[in-house]
């Protein structure tokens, strides 16, 4: 059985730092695609960053680039998010999620989700 679990979430002030982890059973996640979006209140689920199969690339979003950080361990089956410089706009529900599409913007494509780990930045 697949499974997904993110943590790491939590409350930090602005320009602080947080690092999300999400740890993968069922399947190497080196052999899919893994990416990080995130959902804010009364906002669709949007792509933050991916990571391909293997390592190889990284895909980030515009708003994010420079400040975070997607990377994978795969003998721990795990991937992470460094968030730095942290911002309240970044307060949103984050999740991890499997697939083979490799895009940000194709949630279709990803076939398997977390539950999600809440970041909450005040100013």
């Known amino acids: 059985q697949v499974q997904l679990v993110e943590s790491g979430g939590g409350s930090v002030q602005a320009g602080g730092s947080l690092r999300l982890s999400c740890a993968a059973s069922?399947?190497?996640?080196?052999?899919?695609?893994m990416g990080w979006f995130r959902q804010a209140p009364g906002k669709e689920r949007e792509g933050v960053a991916v990571?391909?199969?293997?390592?190889?690339?990284?895909y980030y979003a515009r708003s994010v680039k420079g400040r975070f950080t997607v990377s994978q361990d795969n003998a721990k089956n795990t991937l992470y998010l460094q968030m730095n410089s942290l911002k309240p706009e970044d307060t949103a529900m984050y999740y991890c999620?499997?697939?083979?599409?490799?895009?940000?913007?194709?949630?279709?494509?990803?076939?398997?989700w977390g539950q999600g780990t809440q970041v909450t930045v005040s100013s």
């Open positions: 999620a499997a697939g083979s599409a490799c895009t940000l913007r194709n949630l279709y494509g990803y076939n398997y």
């Open positions: 069922g399947y190497a996640s080196s052999s899919y695609c």
């Open positions: 990571i391909s199969t293997g390592g190889g690339y990284t």
